[in-house]
């Protein structure tokens, strides 16, 4: 049986983060009342004129920048044409030829291109609004129409559905660090699109290719592009061909339905905007967009792992700026060793605030730093420590004071420790009997005991120690 290798290839929009859209001064929206964030110019009542928006612009060269892109000298606007109620003009401007970026990569995917145009409007169906009357009609809100997308186009370079989704979680990482957009898919401010085909592993020819729309999360279009490459995978086994389409992908029940033949450049009649001129990249603008350049975070991913990080910390703290800003600011202090303090940024402090930046929480950098240092000196358990740091996330302090506070400081081991131990084992003796007939996984009831007794000040490994000598082993 043939093995088939699919290929992927990504379309991202980005709604650029500017104060006002891309051809007029309208405000963006957030979730005001409909057709209020509105204009002649992004109406397209007849007589109006574009106005390119200048940060959008800038926003579009920091993206090209930190993608490795060739920067047009000059960028030209064409007239995109199609008719849907979204689109009031008949038509998008959009960029065909003369892109803003073209080439680069981002890790190991490389760029084809990026591109500025202006967002459509959007549809809202009946059903989904309770002011909308008749159940099969729909309304426009413009308030969205106008709005700057940059469109980030990759080459066929993604193999698998996994590595799309980790691909698509730098690209926001990076969209995110260069504060030009929210990239919040629930919000739809950063929408993909996954071009799909499969061919015989090995060969070097592109299969057909269809084209799963706007997926509003990671996971589904994981999901949804392992759903198409089996949906492609079944039809050639059968003898059918892959008919190019664009196609939804419904995450409840993994269906996916055609929404409509494949378009071509040709059914959109590109022509250059003829409202606008041509947008000269001056040298002072380069300049300005490299000065706002900030260290990326797969720049910063290296970095860490260069000061000993696994890889994998390394990934978690330079993903999530805040994190890794936490983190850096915790090393900055006397004591605490990288990869454990790390380890406890990306697991236990990550599992007290969630998404939140842990800065805007009540935990210092600082004070986590030194509750790594009590447990390297085994001035405090990590059992307790986890307590500690509850209280570090809730109320702040200093991790000292709070050990003393609560009585949460670690027993010494030996003498206090010993008679607890007996005892323990005293009171477990199916436990003490596996043990020393070689079960070492018995021992977790001995050391559970002694926690209980102790209020998880003791050392498990001194705990296991003793448990050893007293039994003889
Ligand atoms: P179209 O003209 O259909 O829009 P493009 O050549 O512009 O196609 O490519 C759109 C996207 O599809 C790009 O991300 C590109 O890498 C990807 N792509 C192109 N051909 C294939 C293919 N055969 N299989 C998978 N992805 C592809
Ligand atoms: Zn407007
Ligand atoms: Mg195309």
Redesign the pocket.
Known sequence: MTDYEP?????IHVQLSTATKMFCGCALSFGEPPNTRTCPVCLGLPGTLPLPNERAIDFGLMIGMALGCELAPRSIFHRKNYFYPDLPKGYQISQYDEPLCRGGHLGDVRI?RVHLEEDAAKLVHAGSSGRIHGSDSSVVDFNRGGTPLAEI????DVRTAAQAREWLTLLRATLRRLGVSDVNMEEGSLRCDA???IRPAGSAT????TELKNMNSFRYIERGINAEVERQEALLRDGHEVVPQTLHFDPRTEAISSLRS?E??HDYRYFPEPDLVPVAITEEMLEQARAAMPELPADREARLQGLGLTADSARQLAWRTELGDFFEAALQDDGAEPQPLANWVTNELVARVGEEDPATTKVQPAALAKLVALVAEKAVTSSNAKVVLDRLVQDGGDPTSIVEAEGLGAMGGGDELEPVVEAALAANTDAAEKIRAGNPKAIGAIIGHVMRETQGRADGAEVTRIVRAKLGL
């Open positions: 290929v992927i290839g990504l379309e084809h186009v990759t080459e066929p071009n799909i085909s592109l299969g057909t290719k494949k071509e450049a």
